[in-house]
């Protein structure tokens, strides 16, 4: 695999002089769906938008394709193709007449068999001669991913694609961008929802305060985030774990009367059942039990901390 | 060059133009008319000729001045200044085309339509006064220069402004006084010596006076100096917009 898109420690200070971009570095293989995992306010326009064109960098380098953003902006600008988080479109134009445009701004010439291709996938085409004003929110975010393939680019930026989307389109949405990834379009797509960058990517980029964390396989940080945690809440506080529970890896927390015990989601078996019934063959009595799910907050401290030892 | 991006663009600007076409045609040929039948038909039976030349058609080159002007800033400003505010602009900043590209299209897009109406109201004029054009290629040279250089003008407000007040202000507080000052409905000789000294201050009675020049062999001021006014705003202009675009300066944070 080949790497397509190369990041090279881009800063980012607004006029105001906050600091959104504190030095990002990553690489994008050719042929990949990336997913920029964050919270609101991590970066994530920010860089898009740099890479794109529409704010101009502190320091650092992006190469697309091998050309650089700024001295071969032309050929790097034409790899792209860029779906922005808010919806902009000219309200009173035709939905083939601005997605015409798109590709005439890239330089290209006219090709109505494209335009019909990627009008059809993305289900607009019935609606190609309807005033843009007139479609629902989800038509309109599908108008804006056509203008953005109406010029064929090898990399394709979806800034939160699916945010405040309902849960079918958000689905259509993945099938998309799997199609997409077929016809052999790099993608990088932002999101703050785990779920998503889970179904769709092949690998995730965690950023927060404007620093990417890590970038990893998704199914190895899948494995990590999938942690789940039981407590066991005991009718009566105890000195130690007893030994016929060893083997369960616990944690005594609380006032001594709370069990901890962590297991994977993802694994084949959860040892719940066989836990549970070895503390009750303990002779503890049980108060109540309590299941916690890690919050993409904690996993963020989680990552964070972990990055950092 | 991308070449292809002009041509977007222009096309793009121009269609909503045509999406308003019967209005763009009716309003110049409706003032127009009212212009001759106040001024040149109430005053002008009591101003008898200036320079030789009857008052209605005196006004003619005037009154197609003030028109184009206007129109041209008018359609730049609005051009560039809606993509701003409806956010669509990120295609532009994000696209492969650099300034002078940007600029072809949405200029050449605004003075088109400023010539279109300059046209039109100097078809309807014909129709009210005997109209003799003296050096018909001077005056489509200056017609053209005009729309082009206060198009030009119109981007540079239409990038400036902030809202929609801002977009107003310039035109309004600047632009017309300007063009109503500068001749357009009588010659500065007619103005009392002191006027006259102030007046050549202004930039727009080189422009009217070259383009009356045109039409009727007679001017206020040498043509070689309008040709050179309206040259010099133009390079101005295309100055301003090539720093824009080259620090972002209200485009790109
Ligand atoms: N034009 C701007 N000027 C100043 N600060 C900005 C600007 N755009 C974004 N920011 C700030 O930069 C940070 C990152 O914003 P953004 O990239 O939009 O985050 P995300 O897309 O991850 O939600 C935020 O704190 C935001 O307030
Ligand atoms: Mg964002």
């Given amino acids: 695999m080949s790497t397509i898109l190369s990041i090279r420690d881009l800063r980012k200070r607004y006029d105001g002089g906050f600091e959104a971009l504190k030095g990002v570095s990553l690489e994008i293989e050719q042929g990949e769906i990336l997913a ?66 798109s590709r005439g701004l890239f330089g290209h010439p006219r090709d109505e068999a494209l335009i019909e291709r990627i009008l059809r996938r993305l289900s607009l085409w019935d609606k190609r001669n309807a005033p843009v004003k007139e479609l629902s929110g989800g038509m309109k975010r599908r108008v804006l991913i056509a203008k953005a393939l109406a010029h064929e680019p090898r990399v394709l930026f979806l800034d939160e694609p699916t945010a405040g989307v309902d849960v079918e389109l958000r689905k259509d949405m993945w099938d998309t961008v799997a199609e997409l990834k077929a016809d052999g379009v790099t993608i990088i797509l932002t999101t703050h929802y785990i779920e998503e960058a889970e179904a769709i990517a092949d690998r995730v980029g965690v950023i927060s305060g404007g620093e990417l964390l890590l970038v990893e396989d998704k199914k190895r940080l899948m494995a990590r985030m999938g942690k789940k945690r039981i407590e066991v809440l005991l009718s009566a506080p105890i ?32 040892g719940i059942t066989r836990l549970l019934n070895d503390v009750a063959a303990a002779g503890l009595v049980l108060r109540d039990v309590k299941t916690r799910e890690s919050s993409l907050e904690e996993i963020f401290v989680d990552l964070v901390s972990e990055g950092r030892s | ?44 039976s009591r101003i008898d000729q200036v320079e030789g030349i009857s008052y209605g058609a005196f006004i003619v080159p005037g009154l197609i001045m003030l028109s184009v002007m206007t129109q041209a800033i008018s359609n730049a400003s609005f051009g560039i200044y809606f993509p701003k505010f409806i956010g669509t602009v990120y295609e532009l900043l994000s696209a492969p085309v650099n300034f002078l590209e940007i600029v072809l299209g949405y200029v050449g897009a605004a003075a088109s339509k400023a010539l279109f109406i ?14 003799r054009i003296a050096h ?88 070689g100096l309008s040709l050179l006014a309206i040259g010099g705003f133009t390079c101005l202009c295309l100055a301003v917009i090539w720093w824009i675009f080259r620090t972002g300066w209200r485009l790109r944070s």
């Fill in chain 1, 36 to 101: 920029l995992l964050g919270p609101n306010g991590a970066g994530k326009t920010t860089l898009i938008s740099t890479i794109c064109g529409i704010t101009t960098p502190t320091s650092g380098s992006v190469t697309v394709g091998g050309h650089d953003i700024i001295s071969g902006f032309r050929a790097a600008r034409s790899m792209i193709g860029l779906v922005p988080q808010e919806v902009a479109l000219e309200p009173f134009e035709t939905v083939i007449r601005t997605v015409r445009f």
């Fill in chain 1, 239 to 270: 000195r130690k774990i007893p030994p016929a529970l060893a083997a369960h890896d616990l944690v005594l927390t609380g006032d001594n009367d709370t069990l901890v015990y962590e297991y994977d989601t993802h694994a084949e078996r959860t």
């Fill in chain 2, 1 to 44: 060059m991308n070449w292809g991006a002009i041509a977007a663009i222009y096309r793009f600007e121009m269609s909503r133009f045509f999406r308003t076409l019967m209005q763009s045609f009716l309003s110049p040929v409706l003032s127009t008319s009212l212009y001759f039948v106040v001024f040149g038909t109430a005053i002008g």
């Fill in chain 2, 118 to 131: 300059g046209t039109v109201i100097l078809c309807t004029a014909a129709f009210f006064v005997d109209l």
């Fill in chain 2, 136 to 223: 018909p290629l001077a005056m489509v040279l200056f017609l053209v220069l005009t729309c082009l250089s206060f198009a030009l003008m119109g981007f540079i407000i239409g990038i400036w402004a902030r809202n929609f007040e801002q977009l107003q202000l310039v035109p309004l507080l600047i632009v017309t006084p300007l063009v109503f000052l500068g001749g357009s409905f009588y010659s500065i000789t007619m103005l009392p010596p002191v006027w006259q000294t102030i007046t050549l201050f202004n930039p727009v009675v080189y422009l009217i006076s070259g383009f009356r020049w045109a039409f009727f062999d007679t001017s206020d001021v040498p043509v």
